[in-house]
């Protein structure tokens, strides 16, 4: 399976800036997803990042704060914007690999990124 | 709706008891459902997956159950181990604008005690 860095681990930031993440994929893939993880909760897909097309968001996110790019098929960035403490999350960017059986697509997940605002 | 959900947030096991994770999905047409599990710091790592069309799965030390008459699947973990500690999700495959994506559950904890 791919396997996926992401930069920063970890971060404490200020309320009303913005931080962009990293993700970096050692292959080529077509997608790339990103989530979100609150604290103590489940994953949430915040979009879903095609190389050489705007991203598809999922209901309740929106491309001014959460702009992601993707240049090319191995890299992609998430910026979180004009961020409050609500976004303090661990941020996870995942690709498509291969389960269990012909067609099912089993997601591969980087560490995520932690990030604190104060 | 979307959601899959969990029964059970925390399971509390004795080193070597067997470990039985519960899960309820709402989306009647999923056809595909994977268990990941995430130990502390680290992303989702796959465990096991199955598709609509069985009701039970073998794995190494693990199982999972569907039924998707009740709409409920399950993990069983074998002579559970202290590395088995870690929040398990259930997730299900939701083709939604001609592409797949996957829907977590809220997750359970499981703490395993030597």
């Known amino acids: 399976s791919a396997v996926i860095s992401q930069k920063p681990s970890r971060d404490i930031c200020q309320r009303g800036t913005s931080l962009t993440i990293q993700c970096q994929v050692d292959?080529?893939?077509?997608?790339m997803f990103w989530y979100r993880q609150q604290p103590g909760q489940s994953l949430t897909l915040i979009a879903t990042a095609n190389q050489g097309s705007e991203a598809t968001y999922e209901s309740g996110f929106v491309i001014d704060k959460f702009p992601i790019s993707r240049p090319n098929l191995t890299f992609s960035t998430l910026t979180v914007s004009n961020m409050s403490p609500e976004d303090s999350s661990i941020y996870l960017c995942?690709?498509?690999?291969?389960?269990?059986?012909?067609?099912?697509?089993?997601?591969?997940f980087g560490a995520g990124s932690r990030l604190t605002v104060l | 709706g979307e959601s899959v959900g969990l029964h059970l947030p925390t399971l509390s096991v004795q080193e070597g008891d067997n470990s039985i994770i519960n899960c309820a999905y709402s989306?009647?047409?999923?056809?595909?459902f994977i268990w990941y599990k995430q130990e502390s710091g680290k992303g989702p790592q796959f465990i096991i997956d199955i598709r609509s069309n069985m009701d039970k799965r073998q794995g190494q030390r693990v199982t999972v159950l569907l039924n998707k008459t009740v709409k409920h699947l399950s993990l069983q973990i074998a002579a559970t181990q202290p590395g088995d500690s870690a929040v398990y999700f259930c997730a299900e495959i939701l083709t939604s604008g001609g592409y797949n994506k996957l829907i977590f559950g809220a997750g359970t904890r499981l703490a395993v005690h030597p």
């Open positions: 292959s080529q893939v077509t997608m």
């Open positions: 989306n009647s047409a999923s056809d595909y």
């Open positions: 995942s690709v498509g690999g291969r389960g269990s059986f012909s067609g099912a697509n089993v997601l591969t």
